[in-house]
């Protein structure tokens, strides 16, 4: 009987570590990541995400973005964009909130996308039908390359996304 005891006290606490582990999101392979600017008009803008590596893959390849298919733009739980204030992106309207942050890569030209669900893992239940806004911009070369996504907020609006060799922007007003 002690054994049995033993035994399951053992399991009980292998489960609980594994648990408690699963919920320190920092020990992931892709961490979480926050970039955060309050712009000269004072509208406060934050990024949530995971910074997946590259880790000698290839992007576009190997690893996401993938030609043509919606990417979570990060990794793990689906990337959260907020704005304190009604904004516009890239001259167009988007209203203070919570959005999914996403993107659709052909070549060059990236698609930015604000889904109104912000709460997903990944990009698996993603629905066109909530997407709230869509800027398109064009990526550029970075001449460094970036091992891990990271994002940027400059204090002028500017939103900049480094990943691997690949640099996009879009701006905020």
Do not use: C, H
């Not at 979480?32 to 509208?43: D, F, V, Y």
């Not at 890239?90 to 030209?109: H, R």
């Not at 002028?156 to 990943?163: A, F, I, M, P, S």
């Amino acid at each position: 009987m002690k054994k049995i005891i033993s035994f399951a006290l053992i399991v009980t606490t292998f489960i609980s570590s594994v648990a408690m582990a699963q919920d320190d999101k920092s020990k992931r392979p892709s961490p979480p990541a926050k970039a955060e600017a309050t712009l000269q008009n004072g509208t406060v803008i934050s990024i949530d995400y995971s910074q997946p590596s590259v880790k000698g893959r290839t992007v576009g390849k190997d690893l996401e973005p993938l030609s043509g298919k919606v990417w979570r733009t990060g990794a793990n739980e689906a990337t959260v964009f907020e704005v304190s204030k009604d904004v516009k992106i890239e001259g167009q309207s988007l209203k203070a909130g919570k959005y999914g942050l996403f993107t659709i890569v052909d070549g060059d030209n990236w698609t930015i996308i604000f889904n109104k669900t912000w709460k997903q893992w990944g990009a698996f239940t993603y629905k066109e039908s909530d997407d709230v806004l869509r800027v398109k911009v064009r990526s550029t070369k970075l001449t460094t390359t970036s091992e891990r996504l990271t994002f940027t907020i400059f204090a002028n609006g500017k939103v900049e996304l480094k990943w691997s060799d690949i640099d996009v922007a879009f701006n905020i007003q």
